[in-house]
């Protein structure tokens, strides 16, 4: 019980930081996603590009494109301080899934609701808005919340950068005090607790708008 005492407040620092890293490079990484999708879908000629992004950040390891942004933007003048570097990574990241996410979500939006809309002249930007996102969010909701799930697993990797998160933690209290068991379990949970939240959260959303839509 005393030894469980004495991490506790460690791994409470170390939990707000893995919250706050992987939160706002959730948030950034959705509105980017977002905003490709949208591009992708309103100007002619950006699919080429939205690809090539998505290529790019899907088929190479996450650890090596932080590795490039913490270290590789110093080479241009440019030093951003570990949690930043994480943050700008995880989002970058994170933002061609939720990109993939977006667009398989607007491809189940019926084909015959759009040719209806554009029959009775609603504008492109109105069908964007008020037929095809809020029935492509409904469907989305859960792999988002998969997704944000995964940005949180993933944030374990910026420790190799000395990000005070919740695996560094776990690792410098285990190399200080050789004890194993209680530390891994700590850090076991921490990350169950915070994926159980996202993924309650996430499904409470998506049976509330799925309810609207019916309503």
């Known amino acids: 019980m005393h030894e469980l005492l004495t991490y506790l407040p460690d791994f409470a620092n170390a939990l707000l930081v893995t919250l706050g890293i992987s939160a706002a490079a959730a948030l950034i990484g959705l509105g980017l996603g977002f905003g490709l999708n949208a ?17 790019l950040i899907r088929g190479t390891p996450f650890l090596a494109q932080l590795a490039l942004i913490y270290f590789g933007l110093p080479v241009l003048g440019l030093r951003l301080e570990a949690a930043d570097a994480s943050i700008l990574a995880l989002a970058l990241y994170s933002g061609a899934y939720f990109a993939e996410l977006f667009r398989s979500a607007w491809a189940s939006v019926p084909d015959g609701q759009l040719e209806a809309a554009r029959v009775h002249g609603i504008s492109r930007g109105r069908v964007f808005w008020h037929v095809q996102a809020p029935q492509a969010m409904a469907f989305a909701l859960p792999l988002l919340g998969n997704q944000v799930i995964l940005t949180i697993k993933e944030s374990a990797v910026t420790s190799i950068i000395t990000v005070p998160e919740l695996t560094m933690t776990a690792g410098r209290i285990v190399s200080t005090t050789f004890s194993y068991v209680l530390p891994y379990a700590l850090l076991v949970l921490s990350y169950w607790l915070l994926t159980s939240c996202v993924a309650v959260i996430a499904s409470t959303l998506g049976r509330r708008m799925t309810r609207h839509l019916r309503g």
């Not at 591009?39 to 699919?47: H, I, Q, T």
């Open 39 to 55: 591009l992708r879908l309103a100007v002619p000629g950006f699919g080429a590009v939205y690809r090539l992004y998505v290529w």
